[in-house]
């Protein structure tokens, strides 16, 4: 499968920013030092979760870099409690989708049935869009807006940091608008990997529905 190709079923394998980046950097010394060092990192993780970690700990590490080389750091815009980009259409890599689903069965709650109903868009982005604002809004968000899984949050959430006006992060019309973010390179092109190597990828309702479904039928085989 080549680099961020797209099939019926998954059709936001890659997501866009990695996916821009990539085409800007593919043919670069920078992104085969990237590429080298992320395969290294993730060759023997054999369990999907760890695979994950590995994911996760290297785009954090890119995206810190960049953080804290920042003149005006105060320019970020993103703040706990902030959770409009938490009602957009994330992508996730199958790895995370395992990884999320083991922190629910490790005591994270989450409604189920919203669960469910955000999954029915699968990797549609129109059909993700056309459904009523609040029922967006990420399962793992809590009652005060803060991410239950923050440490585990996928790569996708790590990478868009805002530096626009918060209002162009809101989607409550049911569109995207144009928004500046901070440039992230590397974490980008490690994301363009890791979308490559990863088993299958798509929208994270649609994937976590899946890897908490496959769990299920996993326990109930052994039983």
């Given at each position: 499968?080549?680099?961020?190709?797209?099939?019926?079923?998954v059709s936001i394998r890659g997501p866009i920013i990695a996916r821009e980046t990539f085409n800007?950097?593919?043919?670069?010394q920078l992104f085969k030092e990237v590429a080298k060092k992320f395969l290294k990192n993730v060759k023997n993780a054999t369990r999907a979760q760890k695979w994950a970690k590995i994911f996760h700990k290297e785009v954090q590490s890119h995206v810190n870099e960049v953080v804290e080389s920042l003149d005006?750091?105060?320019l970020i815009q993103c703040r706990k409690g902030c959770s409009a980009c938490c009602y957009t259409q994330v992508s996730v890599t199958e790895?995370?989708?395992?990884?999320?689903?083991?922190r629910?069965?490790?005591?994270?709650?989450?409604?189920?049935?919203?669960l469910y109903s955000q999954a029915q868009a699968k990797n549609n982005a129109e059909k993700w869009y056309q459904m009523d604002h609040k029922k967006r809004g990420c399962v793992f968000l809590d009652e005060n807006e803060n991410c239950r899984v923050y440490e585990d949050r996928p790569a996708v959430c790590r990478t868009n940091i805002a530096l626009s006006d918060p209002k162009?992060?809101?989607?409550?019309d049911g569109y995207e608008k144009p928004q500046r973010l901070l440039l992230?390179?590397?974490?980008?092109?490690?994301?363009?990997?890791a979308y490559?190597?990863?088993?299958?990828a798509g929208a994270l309702p649609n994937m976590l529905d899946k890897a908490l479904k496959k769990r299920l039928s996993i326990l109930d085989r052994r039983l």
């Open positions: 499968m080549g680099l961020f190709t797209q099939t019926d079923e800007k950097f593919k043919d670069s005006h750091p105060e790895e995370e989708a395992e990884l999320l689903a083991q629910v069965e490790s005591g994270v709650n989450i409604d189920r049935t919203k162009f992060c809101d989607t409550s992230t390179v590397k974490a980008d092109l490690v994301v363009a990997v490559e190597e990863a088993r299958s």
